[in-house]
């Protein structure tokens, strides 16, 4: 193949990877008022029960800036183990962001997060967190807007 032939598959494939994050989105404040499960960390903690467990997400600053350092807290109201989570793009292919915590009780996880940005100005997260306790593995699901600048 003589190298002009590759610019339309090259094409495509930019197109592929950059059509899931386009401008598609309407106004962000419209989109957030639609979608009220998802986390506001500007309010409170996002909190998820499992297995009769709360789980808390706390996500500072609370706008969760895109490629930014971010702290993930997280809080459980019974002691678990195990704990680790890992980040997805919600609505589109972003990758997998696994995620490290670092248990500072036997009830509260710290640890780092810093993800892409997304150029539609409307991008939401799933948070995937796992733990043990004696009854077995749990997972918590979590959904917030990165670049959250609306909250209030």
């Not at 009780?105 to 004696?134: H, I």
Request: hydrophobic share 40%.
């Amino acid at each position: 193949m003589k190298p002009n032939h590759y610019i339309p598959l090259i094409l495509l494939i930019l197109l592929i990877f950059t059509g899931g994050c386009g401008d598609s989105a309407p106004n962000v404040s419209d989109n957030l008022k639609q979608q009220s499960n998802l986390c506001q960390f500007s309010q409170s903690a996002c909190t998820k029960t499992v297995n009769n467990i709360n789980v808390k997400l706390t996500i500072t600053p609370e706008s969760a800036p895109s490629e930014k350092p971010l702290l993930v807290l997280l809080n459980f109201d019974n002691p678990v183990s195990e704990v680790h989570y890992r980040l997805e793009g919600r609505d589109m292919f972003m990758g997998v962001i696994p995620g490290i915590v670092n248990q500072t009780n036997a009830q509260q996880f710290e640890g780092p997060l810093v993800y892409g940005a997304c150029s539609s100005g409307f991008m939401v997260w799933r948070m995937f967190v796992s733990f043990k306790t004696d009854d077995g593995e749990h997972v918590a699901i979590f959904d917030f807007l990165a670049d959250n600048d609306t909250q209030s």
